[in-house]
């Protein structure tokens, strides 16, 4: 019978028979003391070295290789106890490495899993523990052999207690721990690629725009005297530039923060967006009041992002936006009769999206058959 892993499973009642469950608690007990030898040799040699070389190049790079493997032991501890003992603890999550994450970055995430430090310090403790239940079962089947089920049950009882609290998840804390985590590495990446974007827009836009601007009128100066009619041309023709400029100024605006959507909320701004789109977009905003600033700004950009991709890949005729909110959640879905085939995987920046809605507690849901059509959904917290 397996039970919920957010309780402990129930201890067996003790009892004085000799039968299968008996001897395997007694099989566990013996074997306690090889598999401990080996682990606290393990964790000696590996983490203490390790830590001792942290100074070195190839120090923290042994201490998190120790860390890793000290999670295959603890595995093999969990195996160990549920076929002797009838523990059935589940696996603590996986180490939470984003995508494209480099060495150190994988390093570094090792050397902080709380689940392998664990499994180090039920490797350490485990050593004179094992000599002990070693010791006691070996007198039982020699010299106590009655007593042999009560000290087998209470000793594999604190077997079960140590296997339970220092080897399964904290009712899932560490992995919400580690997702917030990943999830806050996201986030700083996302930043960080949006203030590149924004510094090459300016740089390859309206700074050399207005720096071209800055030496025609430079020209047209030196002209206004020899030649008024050229000037006056040049200047006609700064003029325009002047203007491109702006309009290049106000579209890297609207990439940071549209006005219309701090203005008039989201209807309106989803309107504008979908002006833009190369495709017929029908949009439908149905909202009782405004989001949070902050989720209002991650739906616009979405259904932007997204319309942005129905425009370049989905060879649609038309398009549909509907936002709106249930219960403590906005909800949106851009949805287009193009010939389908999106792919998350497939550099269309559904992947970057769907962490970046990760980040916040969103969720992002791709539908896009070969063919078509392609319907994409996006959940997000209200936190109006």
């Known amino acids: ?55 070195t190049v190839v120090g923290l790079p042994l201490l998190a290789a120790g860390l890793a493997g000290a999670r295959l032991l603890g595995r093999a501890e969990r195996a160990r106890a549920r076929a002797l003992l009838g523990v059935r603890v589940d696996e603590p999550s996986r180490l939470p490495y984003r ?48 007593a042999l089920p009560y000290v087998a049950r209470a000793l594999t009882n604190a077997d079960r207690a140590m296997v339970r609290g220092l080897l399964g998840p904290s009712d899932g804390l560490e992995r919400r721990v580690a997702e917030l985590e990943s999830d806050r590495g996201v986030v700083v990446d996302a930043a960080a690629a949006d203030l590149r ?35 006056a041309r040049m200047v006609e023709e700064a003029h325009g530039e002047v203007k491109l400029a702006l309009q290049e100024l106000r579209d890297l605006a609207r990439g940071i923060h549209p006005a219309v959507l701090t203005d008039r909320g989201l209807d309106a701004a989803l309107s504008a967006v979908a002006s833009r789109c190369t495709v017929p977009v029908t949009v439908d905003v149905d909202l009782p009041n405004r989001p949070a600033p902050a989720i209002e700004g ?9 319309l942005q991709n129905v425009s370049k890949h989905a060879r649609a005729r038309h398009a549909t936006v509907d936002v709106w909110r249930t219960g403590d959640r906005l909800l949106l879905q851009v949805a287009d009769d193009g010939h389908g085939g999106a792919d998350p995987a497939g550099g269309t920046g559904l992947a970057g999206l769907a962490e970046r809605l990760d980040a916040v507690d969103g969720i992002l849901a791709v539908h896009s058959p070969a063919g078509g059509p392609t319907t994409v959904s996006a959940e997000l917290p209200w936190r109006g």
Do not use: C
Not at 132 to 141: E, I, M, P, R
Not at 203 to 230: I, N
């Open 99 to 146: 995508p494209g994450s480099g060495p150190v970055a994988r390093i570094w995430t090792t050397l902080r899993d709380p689940v392998a430090w664990r499994t180090v310090l039920f490797g350490f403790i485990r050593l004179p523990w094992g000599v002990l239940t070693f010791a006691l079962t070996l007198v039982g089947l020699t010299v106590l052999l009655p």
């Open 197 to 231: 974007r924004i510094e090459r827009d300016l740089h390859d836009g309206a700074q050399a725009r207005l720096v071209a601007l800055a030496m025609d009128l430079g020209l047209a100066r030196e002209k206004a005297t020899e030649d008024p009619e050229a000037a």
């Open 298 to 306: 991650i739906a616009y950009f979405t259904v932007s992002e997204l």
């Open 1 to 55: 019978m397996t039970t919920p892993s957010n309780r402990p499973a129930p201890v067996p009642p003790s009892r004085t028979g000799f039968g299968a469950a008996m001897w395997k608690e007694v099989s566990h007990l013996l074997s306690n003391l090889p598999v401990s030898l080996i682990a606290f040799v393990y964790v000696t040699v590996t983490v203490v070295a390790g830590a001792a070389l942290s100074v």
